[in-house]
């Protein structure tokens, strides 16, 4: 009887393996999908107070243009790689607190700290060198022949300089806090 009880055993923990695993399988796809979700400008904006940023970007180039290429919240705001990702999301959490609190859920509370929250964003961005403008856009494949003359010689000089794209374009997706003028 003593034979039997390790393969008792043995069959228990390869049980108990299979099941851990194939629960890891699970979880990780829905911590996928629910990632995923968290990353679409309709979650994003299904807050009271993103609705302003939504107009904004909606009457913007980044969303509405010739090209049929649309950039949604994400894009810019979240990183695309897994630990910068992750960070984002729990620091994330602030939004909601705001959102429940109320901190901007009027127009003239919004403007009141839209300098505060783009400067946040503008740091942050530069704290990155753009790591999201960069995914989409990249010194290396600009064809500074096709730009405008201007445009070329801010590009070159920015290369140039070490300058990142937030030092220059800020206000590229939203309205411009009045403090900047």
């Not at 796809?29 to 299904?46: I, K, M, P, Q, R």
């Not at 600009?142 to 030092?167: L, P, V």
Request: charged share 25%; proline share 2%; net charge negative.
């Amino acid at each position: 009887m003593s034979e039997k009880e390790p393969r008792k055993s043995g069959k228990k923990f390869f049980i108990l393996g299979t099941l851990i695993f194939i629960g890891g399988i699970l979880f990780a796809g829905a911590f996928s999908v629910a990632l995923d979700y968290t990353n679409t400008t309709e979650f994003c904006t299904s807050c009271h107070s993103m609705q302003t940023n939504l107009e904004e970007l909606k009457e913007n180039l980044h969303y509405n243009n010739a090209y049929g290429v649309t950039v949604g919240c994400a894009d810019c705001h979240v990183p695309h790689s897994l630990a910068p990702k992750l960070w984002a999301k729990v620091m994330a959490a602030k939004d909601v607190y705001h959102e429940i609190m109320g901190t901007i859920d009027t127009s003239e509370k919004y403007e009141e700290r839209r300098w505060h929250m783009a400067n946040l964003v503008w740091d942050k961005m530069k704290a990155s060198d753009s790591r999201e403008c960069r995914s989409c856009h990249s010194f290396e494949h600009m064809d500074f022949e096709k730009q405008d003359r201007a445009a070329s010689k801010r590009h070159k000089w920015a290369i140039d300089k070490g300058k990142t794209c937030i030092e220059c374009h800020q206000g590229i997706a939203h309205t411009l806090p009045e403090e900047f003028f």
